[in-house]
Structure formats: structure tokens, C-alpha cells
């Protein structure tokens, strides 16, 4: 990542910080109150739009989850006994998959014979 790059990122997160909507203006004001000069005005128009509308903190705070609130598990009953079921079910196709790898290699012969 460039120095322009991270600047703009630095710039970015301390105006989120701040809950300062994110423009390229205010971005450009603040990378020049650091004293650097070499940054690129299409640095900062391209981080504005895109953060625009979108809460960084948010965004921050959930990298790592990956899934959304959907997949979730399900709070009702009957939904509740069908969650418990899906469980078992693949620990049942994994030991017929297990089985199977067994089965082949009882044959008496393997890769190298």
C-alpha cells in the first residue's frame, strides 16, 4: 500500500472517528494539516465515494463475522427441531463417507502396488 493510500485511510478513519461525514475536501484538509504533500487528489475523491453514505465504524467492527443476521439460528419451535436434525444428518453422511474410504482400502492393494 503507498503512503498516499494510507494517508487517505489515516484521513478517512479519524473523520469517521469524529462522525464527520467523509468528503474528498475534508480528507484533502486533513492530509495537509499532516504535512504531505505528495498525496493525489484522486486518492481522495475515490475513498470519499467510496465511503459514501456507509458508516465505517460499522464496517470496521464487523470483518470478520462474514455471514449476515439470516443466517443466524432459528428461535421457534418447530424451526428449532429442524436445526437440531440438519446436524445430525451430516455427521451421518460423514460416516458413511468415512465407511466408504475404509471399504477401499480392505481391497488389499493401494496406490504404489
Same mark, same amino acid.
Request: hydrophobic letters at 45%; zero cysteines; charged letters at 30%.
Given at each position: 500500500?503507498s503512503n498516499?493510500?494510507?494517508?487517505t485511510?489515516y484521513?478517512?478513519?479519524?473523520l469517521a472517528?469524529?462522525?464527520i461525514?467523509?468528503t474528498a475536501?475534508k480528507?484533502q484538509?486533513?492530509i495537509?494539516?499532516?504535512?504531505?504533500?505528495?498525496?493525489? #487528489?484522486?486518492?481522495?475523491?475515490l475513498?470519499? !465515494?467510496?465511503? =459514501?453514505?456507509k458508516?465505517?465504524? %460499522?464496517?470496521?467492527?464487523?470483518? @470478520?463475522s462474514?455471514?449476515?443476521a439470516?443466517?443466524?439460528?432459528p428461535?421457534g419451535g418447530?424451526a428449532g427441531?429442524?436445526?437440531?436434525?440438519? #446436524?445430525?444428518a451430516?455427521a451421518e453422511e460423514? !460416516?458413511?463417507? =468415512?465407511?466408504?474410504e475404509e471399504? %477401499?482400502?480392505?481391497?488389499?492393494f @493401494?496406490l504404489?502396488?
Amino acid at each position: 500500500m503507498s503512503n498516499s493510500e494510507l494517508a487517505t485511510s489515516y484521513a478517512a478513519l479519524i473523520l469517521a472517528d469524529e462522525e464527520i461525514d467523509i468528503t474528498a475536501d475534508k480528507l484533502q484538509t486533513l492530509i495537509k494539516a499532516a504535512k504531505l504533500d505528495d498525496v493525489e #487528489p484522486i486518492w481522495t475523491t475515490l475513498f470519499a !465515494k467510496a465511503l =459514501e453514505g456507509k458508516n465505517v465504524k %460499522d464496517m470496521l467492527l464487523n470483518v @470478520g463475522s462474514g455471514g449476515s443476521a439470516a443466517a443466524a439460528a432459528p428461535t421457534g419451535g418447530a424451526a428449532g427441531g429442524a436445526a437440531a436434525e440438519a #446436524p445430525a444428518a451430516a455427521a451421518e453422511e460423514e !460416516k458413511k463417507e =468415512e465407511e466408504k474410504e475404509e471399504s %477401499d482400502e480392505d481391497m488389499g492393494f @493401494g496406490l504404489f502396488d
